[in-house]
């Protein structure tokens, strides 16, 4: 049989998070990261977007109203990514994640792309990142995508303007 290969230009269209604190999670998003808010259903969900999008981000309380988050040990989301177009943007909301004294997990520079690795108010993991353009990316001499992780240098990160 032959194996089913996803058209080319499918993406993944956003992520819905359960959520215990709906007014925590909304700052998160909106405020620290810069989501707009497109709609809201009462206490209960919101849905927050960029560039006009009806949404990138679902929060919900229905199941999870001041609940835990699962114990590292359990399966379920690794993190969600969101990516920037560009590095400055990046370097921007770095600045806003020290601005509000938000911890990293950590920051790696991938070759394809550079990333911030943090926790949203829930214990989401989530990455920030902008990928570099594809000419750019590291191949090895046998043509196959040759991806790393290194340290990224924060300093020089937040040196764009």
Same mark, same amino acid.
Do not use: C
């Given at each position: 049989?032959?194996?089913?290969?996803?058209?080319?230009a *499918? @993406?993944?269209?956003?992520?819905?998070?359960?959520v215990?604190? #709906? +007014?925590?999670? !909304?700052?998160f998003?909106?405020?620290?990261?810069?989501f707009?808010?497109q709609?809201?259903?009462?206490?209960?969900?919101?849905?927050?977007?960029a560039g006009?999008?009806?949404?990138?981000?679902?929060?919900n309380?229905?199941?999870s109203?001041?609940g835990?988050?699962?114990p590292?040990?359990?399966?379920?989301l690794?993190h969600?990514?969101?990516?920037?177009? *560009? @590095?400055?943007?990046l370097a921007?909301?770095?600045r806003?994640l #020290? +601005?509000h004294? !938000?911890?990293?997990?950590?920051?790696?520079?991938?070759?394809?792309?550079?990333?911030?690795?943090?926790?949203?108010?829930?214990?989401?993991g989530?990455?920030l990142?902008?990928?570099?353009p594809?000419?750019?990316?590291?191949?090895?001499?046998?043509?196959?995508?040759?991806m790393f992780?290194?340290?990224?240098?924060?300093e020089?990160l937040?040196?764009?303007?």
């Amino acid at each position: 049989m032959t194996p089913y290969i996803a058209p080319a230009a *499918t @993406r993944i269209g956003h992520v819905h998070l359960k959520v215990a604190d #709906l +007014e925590r999670a !909304i700052h998160f998003y909106r405020d620290i990261l810069g989501f707009t808010l497109q709609q809201r259903f009462g206490t209960s969900a919101a849905f927050l977007g960029a560039g006009g999008y009806h949404h990138h981000i679902g929060l919900n309380t229905w199941e999870s109203r001041n609940g835990q988050p699962p114990p590292p040990s359990s399966t379920g989301l690794y993190h969600h990514a969101i990516l920037y177009p *560009t @590095r400055q943007d990046l370097a921007a909301v770095y600045r806003r994640l #020290l +601005e509000h004294n !938000i911890p990293l997990d950590g920051a790696a520079d991938h070759g394809v792309s550079e990333a911030l690795y943090l926790r949203d108010p829930d214990q989401n993991g989530l990455e920030l990142y902008w990928d570099r353009p594809q000419s750019d990316w590291p191949i090895s001499p046998s043509g196959e995508l040759q991806m790393f992780t290194k340290p990224l240098d924060l300093e020089n990160l937040l040196a764009l303007r």
